[in-house]
């Protein structure tokens, strides 16, 4: 059976689009997901990393007592440490997300509070204008906000990729429909041109 190029062209047209539409959908959802739920999100973020910790070195760890044993391999101690540790973020995954946050916390206080004691000491020598203390007074306020709420402070960056993932779903939405009507709209107009009758194919009857 053949197929002329203009139907082949738009049968590949309408699977890209529904791809992309199932695309636009997907992003939209995960936007909504992460904006509705960014603590949820961390703490799956975190499980996914346990089981990429997990899962390689479980395989492993089989893998040794199926035919390494046999076979004189020594034990695998690392696939062993890696199969505990990710098996401790599957299961404690706040705790590790707390620690990695008050770690995060403690290093921007620090590092506020250094750039300002530098800032300073460099005023004892000559004059230092006011703007000069604006970033380590935020690192050092981040650093505090940090310390007394951790799971809103690492809430913030999942809720803002939320927010642009929502943004791409439905702009994409809006640029699909607009290029489909566009992709109709040439369509009719190829149809009526296509409609119309050569000069060089009326009959002569007619013509006379």
């Known amino acids: 059976m053949l197929y002329s190029h203009e139907s082949i062209k738009t049968d590949w047209l309408m699977k890209m689009m529904n791809y992309s539409i199932m695309r636009c959908v997907s992003a939209i959802a995960i936007?909504?997901?992460?904006?509705?739920?960014?603590?949820?999100?961390?703490?799956?973020?975190?499980?996914?990393?346990?089981?990429?910790?997990?899962?390689?070195?479980?395989?492993?760890?089989l893998n040794y007592f199926m035919k390494g044993k046999e076979l004189g391999m020594y034990f695998p101690i690392v696939s062993l440490g890696s199969l505990l540790f990710g098996l401790w973020l599957m299961v404690s995954p706040a705790f590790f997300v707390g620690i990695l946050m008050y770690v995060l916390g403690v290093v921007l206080v620090f590092a506020g509070i250094s750039q300002i004691a530098g800032l300073l000491g460099v005023r004892s020598q000559s004059s230092v204008s006011f703007g000069y203390y604006v970033t380590p007074i935020l690192i050092l306020l981040a650093g505090l906000l940090v310390l007394i709420n951790p799971f809103a402070a690492i809430a913030v960056p999942f809720t803002i990729l939320g927010i642009s993932s929502t943004v791409y779903g439905i702009s994409e939405l809006i640029n699909m429909y607009k290029f489909r009507r566009k992709e109709e709209n040439q369509m009719t107009h190829k149809e009526s041109i296509e409609d119309i009758t050569p000069i060089e194919e009326i009959p002569n009857e007619i013509k006379e």
């Not at 990393?49 to 070195?57: C, K, R, V």
Request: no cysteine; charged share 5%; hydrophobic share 75%.
């Open 31 to 61: 936007g909504i997901l992460l904006m509705v739920w960014p603590e949820a999100a961390i703490i799956y973020l975190v499980i996914a990393i346990g089981a990429m910790f997990f899962l390689p070195s479980l395989f492993s760890m």
